[in-house]
């Protein structure tokens, strides 16, 4: 399976951005997708995911400003990215894992401007 992230671009703090990923083939309702980013300088965290049945976990760091969504008959996953700030900025990438799998997307950047 491949994933194709979009969405990623310049925003100024506070403002909103939509992120979303899709999957090559079907993905199973056993498989969790997700959400991580890398700062320039430091480790790639975790944003957050979700599993087939709609169970969503967030890092603290984002939790009431972001929302990840799934629709498993498109197989994509959303980011729904609101109150965006500078600390934001990074290259977030896509992931599906879970009953086999372990693949990542190639990457969008976002870029929150102060």
């Known amino acids: 399976v491949q994933l194709q992230a979009s969405g990623g671009g310049l925003v100024q703090a506070g403002g909103s951005l939509r992120l979303s990923c899709t999957a090559s083939?079907?993905?199973?309702?056993?498989?969790?997708m997700g959400w991580f980013r890398q700062a320039p300088g430091k480790e790639r965290e975790s944003v957050g995911s979700i599993t087939g049945f709609g169970s969503t976990i967030y890092a603290d760091s984002v939790k009431g400003r972001f929302t990840i969504s799934r629709d498993n008959t498109k197989n994509t996953v959303s980011l729904q990215m609101h109150s965006l700030i500078p600390e934001d900025t990074a290259v977030y990438y896509c992931?599906?894992?879970?009953?086999?799998?372990?693949?990542w997307g190639q990457g969008t950047l976002v870029t929150v401007s102060s």
């Open positions: 083939k079907t993905i199973s309702i056993f498989v969790t």
């Open positions: 992931r599906v894992w879970g009953n086999g799998y372990n693949v």
